[in-house]
C-alpha cells in the first residue's frame, strides 16, 4: 500500500477557518511523511456531480480519481456549513467510490464559525465515508474560532498538538 497521503482541503472559499486548519495539517504531514498530495477545492473546481461517465473523461475529476487511487490514507478537513460538511467537499466525495477509500485510514477535521466548532460536520462526514468504505479513525479534530486570529493563522499550541497527534496516528495506520 502507498505511504502517500492525500490531503482534502474542503472548503471552497478562499479565506476560511478550515484553511488554517489545513494549512497546520498539511505542513505536518510533509513534515513527518514526505509523501503528500493536496486537492483544495477552493482551486480544484470540479463540476456538479451528476453520474453522466462523460464527466469521468474531465482532467479535474480525472485528477481528483487517480490521487485518490495512489493514495494510502487520507486526510480531510470540512468547514461545518449549516450542521453538515459544504457541498463542494460533497461533491468532490460522490466522485470517489469504495475502490479509492477501501482498506485506506482517513483522518478528518473541521471548522466553523459558530460554537458547535464543526461537530455537526464531523459526524456528516463519517456518514458520507462510512458509505464509501472508508475506515475513518476514532479521532477526530475540530477547531475553535478562537484557535484562529483574523488574519487566518492558526494560533493555538494546543491545538497543533492535538493535530499533530491525529497526523501521528494516521501514519501509524498506513
Known sequence: MSKTVLFISGSPRASSRSRAVTNVVYRLLRDQRGHAQLIDLHLHELPIFNGDPAQS???S?????QLAAEAGGFFIVTPEYHSGISGALKNALDFLNSEH??????AIAAASGGGKNGINALNNLRLVLRGVSATVLPG??????NQID???????????????YL???LIAAL
Open 167 to 169: 497526523v501521528h496516528d
Open 140 to 145: 477526530q479534530f475540530a477547531a475553535d474560532p
Open 150 to 164: 483574523d488574519n487566518g493563522i492558526f494560533t493555538d499550541e494546543d491545538g497543533v498538538k492535538s493535530l499533530n
Open 101 to 106: 477509500f477501501n482498506n485506506k485510514p482517513v
Open 61 to 65: 475529476v480525472q485528477q481528483l480519481r
Open 57 to 59: 473523461q474531465l482532467p
